[in-house]
């Protein structure tokens, strides 16, 4: 069967099993577009090409699937770079198509021209320039295999124009589907270690046993493997205690006893001290974050290691492992439950953590998340704008944040029940990413309420995509916390900068959130009083035929606790004033 390259390369996509693509045409995509209109593939025209990315990426985290992106040539594929760094931060599976200018006119700097292979080489997992129509299925298949297989992660595919132009001879080829095989041959140096060593998961099980006071250190590795529920069986096995981190929210229950929450820079005081003091951390598809770790010498001094990652390049790069473990993480959980439960068999004991537990407990009493309520007259405080709407939330909404305070906050305080719940930019910290991948989350699984939480900062990087969202009637509902500020570097300034606030004010009236919520297609409210807090989002929750945006004028004042400093000991960890010792100085120290 003849075909012209871009209908090879929309039916290379439909044979992937591709749903939705996110997108904006230009001059050098635009024969790609024209089959599109003959595809069953749902096409999400997005107002800006970072967009496209962040709600591709919301898709994949929302539905374990790859999220697809097709922009044009030049600034249409230099908008999308932002995505890329942040999905390969982050391991999210992701297919970045990107035109090209005529094969003949590479390098010429013809018009709309950037050497987007040679420009995301940093940040994605692969790339291919494409020179052939000819190769266009096989390398769209190599491209989804390499998204989704071992540690995910984003995949861009540079599309010259001529070889998918159907005025081109060039663009004319014979169709074909490469076969698994065909494939696996294709990409020769690429074979993902998904299968533990069984002398290393024996080491590990035996470690386990022996640990007085052991903590599972679980990162979004879990997520990405599809482990939640070995990782729940692990830890109720041996009664375990489990932290997670800000990629991993909702991997375990937040309401289960094991449950420790979050540990790192603005995780509860016993999630952070938990590690610090345990004897042993056994690291899950956890990459030992800097905003985990604080000060890499001084974090868990006396813990030994197990650390199992898909990614050998992980082990020992931050702290080195006592049992390294390369293999997919639920096939190593799996086969670590097994092992321990043989050891049990045989007679193994483990030690009485009956004191650990009590230890954990007393830190628990006596530093919970907490903040002080509003006096009479003051602006809201957002924790409990977060608590309002997340009990006001089914169980299975999922919620998706930008950077910042509001970030830390809605993973502090939000309960996370269910895995696929929390969808946030971690590694990168990209602000502007929860509206767009708030969108792409309810195309994905629009059977669930999605909530975006967002910063005033944030919003204003990527509020036009409310107007996709009107447009393509995608009922988002959009949480404002609009405190006027930068908010999280207004804090930094206030504890580390002497109260120096530069250029961190954004005004709480510029602009009129309501007005241009409105002038986008959403229905939109502010709320000034708590008494309106719970009566606004109940109107919200009930609207589901259009997006919602609700403005909260929140404090500005209000900082983020617990912190522990960058570059400090997490043992240096700052709670609230009203839960400090009066030895408990807040340093005055410049962070790194």
Request: with cysteine; aromatic share 6%; glycine share 8%.
């Amino acid at each position: 069967m003849q075909l012209n390259g871009g209908q090879a390369l929309i039916k290379s996509l439909e044979m992937e099993g591709v749903e939705v693509i996110f997108g904006l045409p230009g001059g050098a995509i635009l024969p790609v577009y024209d089959p599109i209109i003959d595809s069953p593939i749902r096409h999400i025209l997005v107002r800006h090409e970072q967009g496209a990315g962040h709600m591709a990426e919301g898709y994949a985290h929302a539905t374990g699937k790859p999220g697809v992106a097709m922009v044009t040539s030049g600034p249409g594929a230099t908008n999308i770079v932002t995505p890329l760094a942040d999905a390969y931060m982050d391991s999210v599976p992701m297919v970045c198509i990107t035109g090209q200018v005529p094969t003949a006119a590479i390098g010429t700097d013809a018009f709309q021209e950037a050497d987007i292979t040679g420009i995301t080489q940093s940040v994605t997992k692969h790339n291919f320039l494409v020179t052939s129509a000819q190769d266009i299925p096989r390398v769209i298949r190599e491209a989804f295999h390499i998204a989704t297989t071992g540690r995910p992660g984003p995949v861009l595919v540079d599309i010259p124009k001529d070889i998918v132009d159907p005025t081109n001879p060039r663009s004319a080829m014979e169709w074909y589907w490469p076969t698994d095989a065909e494939v696996a041959a294709g990409l020769p140096g690429y074979k993902p270690t998904t299968v533990g060593h069984p002398k290393k998961i024996k080491d590990a099980a035996e470690m386990i046993l022996a640990a007085e006071r052991p903590v599972i250190y679980a990162g979004g590795g879990i997520l990405k493997a599809r482990a939640a529920e070995a990782l729940r069986e692990l830890a109720e096995l041996v009664n375990i205690p489990v932290v997670t981190t800000l990629m991993a929210r909702g991997a375990f229950p937040d309401d289960h006893p094991l449950c420790l929450g979050m540990p790192g820079m603005h995780g509860n005081y016993t999630a952070i001290m938990s590690m610090q003091e345990s004897d042993l951390l056994i690291a899950l598809g956890s990459r030992f974050d800097d905003r985990v770790t604080g000060k890499v010498p001084e974090f868990a001094p006396l813990a030994k290691i197990i650390h199992v990652d898909i990614d050998p390049a992980e082990l020992g790069k931050v702290r080195r492992p006592d049992v390294p473990i390369v293999g997919d993480c639920n096939n190593v959980i799996t086969e670590l439950n097994k092992a321990i439960r043989k050891a049990l068999d045989k007679g193994a004991v483990q030690p009485d953590l009956t004191p650990w537990r009590s230890t954990l407990s007393g830190w628990q009493e006596t530093y919970p998340l907490a903040y002080e309520p509003p006096a009479e007259g003051d602006l809201l405080k957002p924790q409990m704008v977060l608590e309002a709407l997340r009990d006001s939330a089914p169980e299975d909404c999922i919620v998706t944040s930008g950077v910042g305070q509001h970030q830390m906050w809605t993973s502090q305080y939000w309960k996370f029940r269910h895995p696929y719940t929390w969808i946030n930019s971690g590694g990168l910290g990209t602000m502007g990413f929860s509206v767009p991948a708030a969108i792409g989350a309810k195309v994905g699984r629009p059977d669930r309420m999605v909530w975006a939480i967002d910063g005033d900062g944030c919003f204003q990087m990527t509020a036009q995509e409310l107007v996709t969202a009107a447009a393509e009637r995608i009922p988002v509902k959009i949480a404002i916390l609009n405190n006027a500020y930068l908010g999280m570097v207004r804090q930094w300034q206030e504890m580390f900068y002497e109260e120096r606030y530069s250029e961190v004010y954004l005004s709480p009236d510029l602009p009129d959130y309501v007005k241009w919520a409105e002038a986008m297609g959403c229905v939109a409210f502010r709320v000034e009083h708590p008494d309106d807090i719970q009566p606004t989002i109940d109107k919200a929750n009930a609207i589901d035929d259009r997006p919602v945006v609700i403005e909260f004028r929140t404090d500005s004042s209000e900082k983020v606790f617990p912190m522990v400093a960058a570059g400090r000991s997490n043992s240096a960890v700052q709670v609230p004033d009203f839960q400090r010792d009066p030895s408990q100085a807040v340093e005055k120290e410049t962070p790194q």
